[in-house]
């Protein structure tokens, strides 16, 4: 079971930016495409990234142009570069390994990013 482990989120003004990382236990991590996701206040958790092994990467059109997602496979850690946040990006970031039908590994704790005046 790999263990995910989210961090860099915090309190932002609107037009900040902030980079998340997310640093996974396990030698797989190299094998898989990950993901970022994200959950607001009463809402349900949605993606926001994905990066495959080759390097390609999506993102969610609400972010597109704005975040950027990349990966350190020595360092088994996948980042989230989000700049010219606003404040309906506040949510908990989290990571994992997305497949057809869901996730690959238990979510870990996220991060919390709060984007206020």
């Known amino acids: 079971q790999v263990q995910l482990v989210e961090s860099g989120g915090g309190l932002v003004q609107p037009g900040g930016s902030l980079r998340l990382s997310c640093a996974a236990s396990g030698s797989i991590f190299r094998l898989v495409g990950m993901a970022w996701y994200r959950q607001a206040p009463g809402k349900e958790r949605e993606l926001v990234a994905t990066?495959?092994?080759?390097?390609?990467?999506t993102y969610a059109d609400s972010v597109k142009g704005r975040f950027t997602i990349s990966r350190d496979n020595a360092k088994n850690t996948v980042y989230l570069e989000m700049t010219s946040l606003k404040p309906e990006d506040t949510a908990v970031y989290y990571c994992n390994g997305p497949t057809g039908v869901g996730v690959r590994w238990d979510w870990g704790q996220g991060t919390q990013v709060t984007v206020s005046p």
């Open positions: 990066l495959g092994t080759y390097g390609v990467a």
